[in-house]
């Protein structure tokens, strides 16, 4: 598995105590499974890579710790495993005590810090959907606070952790998968200034470059994005999907999800959702008035020129690996 390859993708790593929900996380991101389903999921003890990279855009593993593993057991490599990774994610369950999990926290930041000061150390307070509104902004001030009370204590000032309150019932941990993501994406600004010029000039009110399979946003114009839009948006490349899988396939070969693969559904609301396909992982979904959709030459013709921009950007990308590649393997 230390292939050049292998070794080039961005590398997340999701960590936490047992039971903290992560196998649940990695499931209803990656694999579909529906939230209830997780209640019957066995617990994680050992570390699972779990590579998704054929599947999606983002290429990256999920490596899923058991909750007991003793950093100071010699077999531990922390050198091979947080070295080459570029997100760590740490999941606390906020529906049960959590000093245990920050004292963790505290012990496998301070130790990937060492290894690899590039890291972004992301903390996902999770199951709040068993919280009320105020308990849950209450229980993110108390973490926030006592994880960066310990790293003071320690002279680790100079670490940053970002928190996200997370849930697998709602959209919320596809939202906070998707800025994890994104911190990942060196073409991040390129791509949201593509987005900026395709929707001024199309009438479109907002738009999200989508990874289909794991319905991550890996960007977005730069005008706010409300769950409300992102959440009509996952529900479009469902529908898309499902009645792809179900009418679209020729002699029941293929993928649900091709060239062809695009869609209008009209709400109530003089409302458009639009969803196109950009290429083998991704779709641009926007929303747009109704009157805005007259115009829909304009609209196709501006987005022959946005996907063509995207392939460039990403050919650079695939070019720079090529060579990386070929220099550590001359
Ligand atoms: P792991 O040991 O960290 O991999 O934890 P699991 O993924 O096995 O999850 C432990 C339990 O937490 C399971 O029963 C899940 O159904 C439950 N769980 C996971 N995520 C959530 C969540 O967002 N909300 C709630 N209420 N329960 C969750």
């Not at 054929?54 to 950093?71: A, E, L």
Request: glycine share 4%; hydrophobic share 40%; with cysteine.
């Amino acid at each position: 598995d230390r292939s050049p390859s292998a070794e080039s993708k961005p590398r997340i790593l999701l960590m936490g105590l047992r039971r903290s929900g992560k196998s649940s996380i990695q499931k209803v991101v990656f694999h579909k499974m529906s939230p209830n389903e997780t209640l019957f999921l066995e617990s994680t003890n050992k570390i699972v890579k779990d590579d998704i990279s054929n599947s999606s855009f983002v290429q990256f593993q999920i490596w899923d710790f058991p909750g007991q593993i003793d950093f100071f057991d010699p077999t531990f490599d922390s050198e091979m495993i947080f070295g080459g990774c570029g997100a760590l994610i740490f999941v606390i369950d906020a529906q049960d005590d959590y000093m245990e999990a920050l004292a963790k926290l505290h012990m496998t930041v301070s130790r990937a810090y060492k290894v690899n000061p590039n890291i972004k150390f992301e903390v996902f307070i999770h199951k709040v959907d068993g919280l009320s509104d105020d308990h849950k902004i209450e229980t993110q001030r108390d973490i926030h606070q006592r994880a960066n009370d310990d790293l003071a204590d320690a002279g680790l000032e100079a670490i940053h952790l970002s928190f996200y309150l997370t849930s697998i019932y709602d959209h919320s941990i596809f939202e906070a998968f998707s800025k994890v993501v994104q911190k990942l994406i060196p073409q991040l600004p390129t791509l949201e200034n593509l987005l900026n010029i395709l929707i001024s000039n199309s009438g479109i009110e907002k738009a999200f470059l989508f990874d289909v399979v794991s319905k991550i946003y890996i960007a977005t114009d730069s005008s706010p994005v409300d769950m409300q839009s992102y959440e009509l948006c996952c529900d479009m490349i469902d529908v898309v999907i499902d009645v792809s899988c179900i009418y679209g396939l020729k002699d029941g070969e293929g993928s649900c999800y091709d060239k062809e693969s695009s869609s209008i559904i009209k709400l109530n609301n003089a409302t458009i959702l639009y969803l196109r396909e950009v290429n083998r992982f991704l779709a641009l979904v926007c929303i747009l008035r109704e009157d805005n959709f007259d115009r829909q030459g304009i609209i196709d013709y501006n987005f022959h020129c946005f996907r063509q921009a995207i392939q460039e950007v990403f050919e650079v990308r695939f070019k720079a690996q090529n060579l990386g590649a070929n220099l550590q393997s001359s």
